[in-house]
């Protein structure tokens, strides 16, 4: 027989406990120590069970335990201490008060009030399972850091009724998907409520006069409040309260839907909360990921319903204080829809007010050459309507400038307005417990922060030593939990398992592979030589293991393929003791997973990984990475902190290409990372033990998600503040509007007619004097709407620049018929080949750079 509806019904807490429902529902005990230590001493045995899940955790206590508990008075004063520390936390200046402070002090601009920071998944914690891989794992450490630093963040996301699914084996190896549904009432989130305990809602029109309905969730990430919207609501008929059903499920026109509800739903409940709660209205928002990009089609409507705006002055208003993040490097993970379907969606009684549905598909258009003039872009609309845009590592801001190239075709590739931040990992989540109390206990704040103290010897080689056995060990006793787990799911009885108790070794080199599982990462790369790996891991006197796990997406059959290949080649009788599988890879398992590694390997195809953040999460630990130098690791990489497996580039076959590369990762594993591992002087592998302290001094500090964060205040979050603040008025906004529709009208008659240049002799010597006259044609223009700019710098024999750097012409001479001449004396300073050109493009105080309208003519 089964339910017609499911809810957990909540204990009521004695009094002396009542401090305990608050610590439970703020997900700072996700990174807390001691709050997590407090919930374990209640029941140890029970807090394992329910994966340590402080909220199940109290649904499950007795009366007479919680009597037991509140009569305890050690216990209490635990609670009460550390529920005084939690509110201390929650209202004491940070260091985003402080640099506020700074600014003020130095009479610069202040930064963001609040921001917005939009996003399909969330990993906050397994407890609050909304996330797939590491966009979700960035997105929960960006919202964990911004709480440590007291940025004023606000995540929007969505509730999926069953997040991500949980993966399993079949017999033969195949992944198995299943989808637990979720209790809301019983995970760590609070309804967002009106003045009258009603529960919020938010709704987006949908054609044919349908109307998708949403609550909204609360989560507390410290100090960060992060909003989740859930169409599963009485209001609703039954196709939209399944829109938030699964995470990166269902049909095409079903992400749809989501995408609608989390970027116009989501600006919504942003209005909601602020009303509600007396919170600033964000100065930014930040799109992370194309998923989110309608929220700047509901700002924009809601600016002409505020103000009675056109359009134009809507569009630049709203790019004003918007920030867009790509992770992707290839065309394929971008969210793209047919165009009918999304003009559907904006006609037919869900028209958007002000806004025509034209203009909202011309902001996703691929009207450029090689682009489908039948597909809406969520990237394409997400950079077009974004005042700031950045890839996740150096390496991917190169490769994202080249892959949109095409939005601003007339300039040179180096100069798309696509900058990089590199991600960073919050350490409380992702630093072993065991491990961060051995750094407290030696070290100051400020040595663990900068790394320092790990060049001291306050730590010695014995103790660094022990602590990693110490996490290897505990990788071993769960990832042996785990395989019998999966075998036992797999079918197999009891008296088949035996071998389990010896799977893994706590003193052989233990390497991790973790990940999703798409073509371009080659989980399989490991399997190209099988009697070669073989031969690695059945060594008599230096072996080595290997722990794999990863999910690859329901529709990816290929991927699971690659899942299966690897499960079959690890289910071999010979090597299974070496070489396991684990099913269901999630935050839970990840935290001892990465830290009980000695070695992360990645091995994707370069330049195709984003970033990457599992290796950073290692190294906090003392891990060392073996990867290809793709993502982080191509910039982070300083030849002691671990190994770059060589690359083969411009091998244009796939097969041998990764014939060569898997050859070099085994080279590399038999004559220097296994070498170096067991070499021992009095027990102790002392050329390791440098690496792991080099490693933790000096890739530690770089790796941390709080740097990344202040990254994003300096490059992203206070200049696109500061340009929402100049843009705020409509006379502002209206008047950038014109300006640009002025230049765009105009530019056809912009031309640079002749060039001419003196002072330079048959040999040119450094210091000599180039005299650079420019005749150009603005038509309607006026100088001040342009700079005409010298591009300079070393040329190649095909007379191509290289690297080259840009100096402004001064405006001369004014001539009949819009004609005008530009002058430049320019000192020649380097020796070498050098060429120039000539160029005009568009300036105004509030472009962000040279490229914003794509507007550029050369001689």
């Keep these: 027989m089964r339910a017609i509806r499911r809810f957990t019904v909540r204990p009521m807490l004695p009094e002396p406990l009542a401090a305990l429902d608050d610590l439970a529902v703020n997900l700072r005990w996700s990174w807390h120590t001691p709050t997590r230590e407090l919930f374990e001493s209640i029941d140890a045995d029970l807090w394992r069970s329910l994966h340590g899940d402080p909220v199940t955790l109290l649904g499950s206590l007795s009366s007479d335990r919680l009597d037991a508990l509140a009569a305890d008075d050690a216990f209490v004063a635990r609670v009460r201490h550390l529920a005084e520390d939690l509110a201390d936390y929650l209202r004491e200046r940070r260091w985003y008060q402080g640099e506020a402070q700074r600014r003020a002090d130095a009479g610069a601009a ?39 630093l007291g940025m004023p963040i606000v995540g929007v996301g969505l509730l999926y009724g069953a997040g991500y699914f949980r993966q399993s084996l ?22 967002l409520r009106d003045g009258e305990d009603r529960p919020v809602r938010v709704s987006v029109p949908l054609p044919g006069g349908r109307v998708l309905n949403a609550q909204v969730w609360r989560a507390d990430v410290g100090r960060v409040p992060l909003l989740l919207l859930d169409s599963n609501v009485v209001e609703n008929d039954d196709a939209a309260r399944h829109v938030t059903d699964r995470l990166y499920g269902g049909t095409s026109e079903h992400r749809l839907q989501q995408e609608l509800l989390l970027g ?107 682009g489908d003039p039948g597909v809406f872009n969520m990237a394409v609309m997400g950079l077009r309507l974004a005042k700031r845009a950045n890839g996740v590592a150096k390496l991917h801001g190169k490769v994202s400038r080249g892959m949109f190239h095409h939005l601003w075709s007339g300039f040179d590739v180096t100069e798309v307005p696509i900058t990089s931040i590199t991600n960073g990992v919050h350490s409380g989540t992702w630093v072993d417990p065991v491990f961060a109390e ?16 790990w060049l001291s010897d306050r730590i010695d080689n014995a103790t660094l030593w022990e602590l990693r056995g110490r996490l290897r060990s505990a990788l071993v006793r769960d ?21 389990v108790g010896e799977v893994l070794d706590e003193d052989v080199l233990t390497i991790g592979f973790a990940r999703r599982v798409p073509t371009y990462k080659r989980l399989t790369l490991m399997l190209r030589d099988p009697e070669r790996l073989r031969a690695l891991l059945t060594d008599p006197d230096r072996p080595i293991q290997i722990i794999v796990a990863g999910k690859s997406h329901p529709a990816d059959e290929q991927g699971i393929r690659l ?31 990465l830290p009980g590694c000695d070695v992360w390997l990645n091995n994707p195809l370069r330049p195709l990984e984003a970033s990457g ?28 902190n671990g190994w770059a497996i060589p690359t083969a580039d411009g091998v244009e076959d796939p097969e041998r290409r990764d014939d060569l590369e898997a050859t070099a990762l085994y080279d590399l594993l038999e004559n220097t990372v296994v070498p170096r591992f067991y070499d021992r002087t009095d027990g102790l592998p002392l050329r390791w033990l440098e690496n792991v302290r080099h490693t933790l001094a000096t890739l530690g500090p770089k790796v941390q998600a709080t740097r990344m964060v202040k990254d994003y205040l300096a490059v992203m979050y206070g200049p696109t503040a500061e ?8 006379e502002a906004a209206g008047a950038l509007a014109a300006w640009k529709n002025r230049v765009r009208a105009a530019w056809h008659s912009v031309r640079v007619d002749h060039v001419e240049s003196e002072g330079l002799h048959e040999t040119v010597n450094v210091g000599d004097r180039l005299n650079v006259r420019a005749f150009v044609t603005l038509g309607d223009l006026d100088p001040a709407d342009v700079q005409v700019q010298m591009n300079y710098g070393r040329v190649r024999e095909n007379d191509e620049l290289v690297d080259f750097r840009t100096v402004l012409l001064d405006h001369t001479e004014t001539y009949e018929g819009g004609r005008h001449q530009f002058a430049l004396d320019y000192a020649l300073e380097e020796a070498g080949p050098f060429g120039y050109t000539v160029r005009i493009v568009p300036t105004h105080p509030e472009m962000a750079s040279d490229a914003e309208l794509g507007l550029v003519t050369g001689a």
Excluded at 438 to 453: I, L, N, P, Y
Excluded at 564 to 589: C, G, H, T, W
Excluded at 622 to 628: E, F, Q
């Design 479 to 499: 990832a042996r939990e785990r395989v019998r787990k999966s075998w036992s799911q797999r079918g197999a009885s009891p008296a088949e398992l035996g071998w």
């Design 563 to 593: 899942i299966q290949q690897l499960v079959q080649f690890a289910d071999s009788e010979d090597v299974r003791k070496r070489i396991v599988f684990l099913p269901n890879y999630d935050i839970e398992m990840a935290q001892t997973l």
């Design 723 to 730: 340009s929402a603040r100049a843009l705020s008025s409509v």
């Design 264 to 370: 116009m739903g989501g600006v919504k409940a942003l209005r909601e909360f602020s009303r509600l709660t007396g919170a600033p209205e964000p100065e930014v928002y930040h799109c992370n990921e194309g998923h989110a990009g309608f929220l700047g089609v509901e700002r924009m409507r809601e600016y002409i319903e505020a103000t009675g705006a056109d359009v134009d002055t809507a569009v630049e208003a709203v790019r004003g204080g918007t920030v867009f993040t790509t992770h992707t490097p290839v065309p394929a993970g971008i969210d793209r829809f047919e165009s009918s379907l999304v003009r559907d969606y904006f006609s037919s009684g869900a028209e958007v007010p002000g806004v025509p549905v034209e203009r909202i598909l011309a902001l996703g258009a691929e009207d450029y050459p090689g």
């Design 438 to 453: 051995a750094q407290a206990e030696c070290f100051t704040d400020a040595q663990v922060s900068d790394g320092s103290g």
């Design 170 to 191: 079949t017999r033969d190896g195949w992944q198995a998907e299943t989808y637990p549904v979720l209790d809301p009432d019983n995970l760590p989130l609070t309804l």
């Design 110 to 148: 202040a930064p963001p009030a609040a921001i917005a920071y939009f996003s399909a998944e969330f990993g906050i914690t397994g407890a609050l399972p909304q996330y797939s891989g590491g966009l979700g794992i960035l997105a929960g450490d960006h919202l964990k850091s911004a709480s440590d």
């Design 613 to 640: 953040t599992s290796g950073m999460k290692s190294a906090l630990n003392g891990g060392l990475n073996l990867s290809i130098l793709d993502g982080w690791w191509d910039e982070m990489y300083d030849g002691h």
